[in-house]
């Protein structure tokens, strides 16, 4: 949080406000009504949200904290959540309304109703259920951006096996823990997909993290580029064989509502990634409601488009399951936004009229990079709605996105929510609320959040300090799978009784909140969640190097940028980084966990500045990466290692 005070005190004298168009306001889907009766009984609130789906059995209880930090939300109750997502749909005439727009990157499209998806889901239901795979049983999923994705999903969701979806970028090695952390027994994947214009191989990871996992029996293969795959027989299996070959019908079993449906890996503090569980009614009823609320979903007249990896928790809750269950027609784009040229994704809001577009802070930034122009020349005004998400949003790329992309008319969203939350907590109601430019302003009704200082209490307006959320939320983690003691000591020990959600927040005098990115050792890249000591594990773990202390510093692009200072093995202490090693220490990083972990800059140095007790002060390391005159130093063991570091280092560090 260091050179926060400049930031903030910038964003506090942001002074411009957007209220909501009066169409938009007149027609809005939520609005302080939905405030008022949240306030009046938050679980009278949530109930009629869980009413918005479609339920086997009555739950019996709304919301159960008396076992807290454990929630169970709408105790008995019994759904299946495939079938709200498809069935109900086509059993009540909409089968026919297209569900996905899929685009390849080179060109390539299909279009799925909710018909068709519903078919493909069931077959592969059966698919999976042929490779022995029950309720309960995780299934891995190593997917490009590709329909038979969602098709996967939804199909583990349909027979309850939790999936666990690990994105395409991710290494063979961050496969290899998932699958092994999860214990997964069948993983499904492509032969590749295609990026920056080019295909992209899938299945050789998934052959080497296999190497390692004696336990997985089928791996499940989609041929999406055609390129040659490695073939294990016995093992692997062609989708369209499988899947191709089974029936379309199948008949969904209503699953308790605190069922597992999911589990996301993201990044904490240490170097193990954390499972985060989700669960059944809880998380569906959220994630409808806030994507219906927040994008003001009309599911007759949208075009909805999250220009996300589904990957992510993003494309889980606002790619698949939110608008599914609202039965919006959606976009769904597998690769890259320059390929083949600056102007695709305004190509495709053109294309298919995209009504709604949620994308993150670092998308923005790149566009704005490219200069307005390029969205310049696509008609755009099917848009109404733009939402951001993942990471800080600064007014000026707020700004640029209403302008250059939402013709000034359309509201911007700034949506606050983790991983751990499952679905949008702060963010305004774009009919309701008058819009301030890098803010989130409020929880959503339902949410309670704070914003509290070292010792738990209130901040007063004016001031910054934590974000937590004080009362627990249909959509919230139920723990880390596997470890209730992380969970219990991640999230509600810091402030016993509130959730901690690990980001710096601060309320300006109406109390609305402006959220200031991470305060522990997370970095966020291109509004991915990346830890420090992850980066540090992988570079301490290839032979040349013996030390690594790795910080986030701010990049204009990415939001943060990972930078690495790194005390080499043997001879190469205090040596100037020769340009070949830094090329390979950046590329064993991203073998070791994927490209988003590739630092931006590695430094090499002699000594890293600690404290007396050992610990490295990153906040140091920090000020020189974003080229700041140092902070304190006097808790230094020797307040010259600085000065030497500095000294050592490139012009341009
Ligand atoms: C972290 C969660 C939520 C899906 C994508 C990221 C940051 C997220 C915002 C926002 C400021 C944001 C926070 C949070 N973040 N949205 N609108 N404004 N910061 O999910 O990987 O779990 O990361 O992303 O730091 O804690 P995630």
Not at 384 to 391: K, N, W
Not at 630 to 648: E, P, W
Request: net charge negative.
């Amino acid at each position: 949080m260091d050179g926060d005070g400049e930031t903030l005190a910038n964003l506090l004298r942001e002074e411009r406000r957007f209220p909501p168009p009066p169409e938009m306001a007149a027609a809005a889907n939520a609005g302080e009504d939905a405030f008022r009766a949240a306030d009046a009984d938050g679980d009278a609130f949530w109930a009629a949200a869980a009413a918005r789906l479609e339920w086997a059995e009555p739950w019996t209880q709304v919301r159960d904290w008396s076992r807290a930090p454990f929630a169970r939300w709408f105790t008995g109750g019994r759904l299946n959540v495939a079938a709200n997502c498809l069935d109900r749909h086509v059993r009540d005439g909409r089968g026919d309304r297209v569900a996905f727009h899929w685009e390849g990157e080179p060109g390539d499209t299909r279009t799925l109703t909710y018909a068709d998806l519903k078919d493909e889901v069931c077959r592969a239901a059966n698919a999976l259920l042929e490779l022995g795979v029950r309720a309960g049983d995780r299934v891995a999923l190593y997917m490009p951006m590709i329909p038979e994705t969602v098709v996967a999903m939804l199909a583990c969701a349909r027979i309850g096996a939790p999936h666990t979806v690990v994105f395409g970028g991710f290494s063979a090695e961050a496969l290899r823990g998932r699958i092994l952390d999860c214990d997964a027994r069948v993983v499904v994947t492509a032969d590749g997909g295609y990026r920056k214009g080019a295909a992209s191989a899938l299945k050789p990871a998934v052959d080497e993290a296999l190497e390692q996992c004696p336990d997985v029996r089928s791996v499940l293969v989609v041929r999406r580029t055609g390129q040659d795959v490695g073939w294990t027989d016995g093992r692997d299996v062609w989708w369209h064989d499988l899947v191709g070959a089974q029936p379309a019908e199948h008949e969904p079993e209503a699953f308790d509502a605190e069922h597992p449906l999911y589990i996301m890996y993201t990044s904490g503090t240490t170097a193990r990634p954390k499972g985060i569980l989700h669960t059944t009614g809880g998380y569906l009823t959220q994630v409808a409601w806030s994507h219906w609320a927040v994008f003001d979903i009309k599911p007759e007249q949208d075009v909805y488009w999250t220009a996300a990896d589904i990957g992510w928790v993003t494309g889980h809750s606002y790619i698949v399951y939110g608008p599914l269950a609202n039965g919006v027609t959606s976009v769904l784009y597998e690769g890259t936004p320059d390929t083949p040229h600056q102007g695709r994704w305004w190509e495709i809001v053109q294309k298919y009229g995209v009504t709604i577009l949620y994308c993150a802070p670092t998308a923005i930034r790149t566009f704005m990079k490219w200069g307005e122009e390029i969205p310049g020349r696509f008609d755009l005004s099917s848009l109404r709605l733009l939402g951001s998400v993942g990471e800080p949003i600064n007014p000026e790329a707020w700004m640029w996105y209403r302008h250059a992309i939402g013709s000034d008319r359309c509201p911007v969203v700034d949506t606050w929510w983790q991983t751990e939350t499952g679905a949008h907590m702060i963010s305004p109601l774009p009919g309701a609320a008058t819009l301030k430019p890098g803010s989130a302003l409020r929880a959503l009704p339902g949410i309670r959040a704070e914003v509290v200082d070292d010792t738990g209490k209130p901040v007063p307006n004016g001031s910054g300090g934590y974000l937590v959320l004080t009362e627990p939320w249909p959509s919230m983690l139920r723990t880390i799978w596997g470890d209730e003691q992380r969970y219990i000591d991640t999230y509600w020990s810091r402030f016993p009784g509130y959730y901690f959600a690990g980001d710096g927040a601060k309320k300006d005098e109406d109390g609305d909140i402006w959220l200031l990115g991470r305060v522990d050792d997370v970095m966020n890249v291109s509004g991915h969640r990346i830890s420090t000591t992850e980066v540090e594990s992988a570079l301490v773990s290839h032979p040349r190097v013996a030390e690594a202390a790795v910080v986030g510093a701010a990049d204009a692009t990415t939001g943060q940028g990972i930078v690495a200072f790194v005390i080499l093995r043997g001879d190469g202490g205090g040596d100037t980084p020769d340009g070949e090693l830094a090329a390979k220490l950046r590329a064993h990083v991203a073998k070791e966990i994927g490209p988003i972990a590739r630092p931006r800059q590695i430094l090499v140095v002699g000594e890293l500045p600690k404290t007396r007790s050992g610990k490295i002060m990153r906040r140091l390391l920090r000020d020189i990466a974003e080229n700041r005159p140092l902070g304190d130093v006097t808790t230094l063991t020797d307040s010259s290692v600085m000065d030497a570091i500095r000294d050592g280092l490139p012009a341009a560090a």
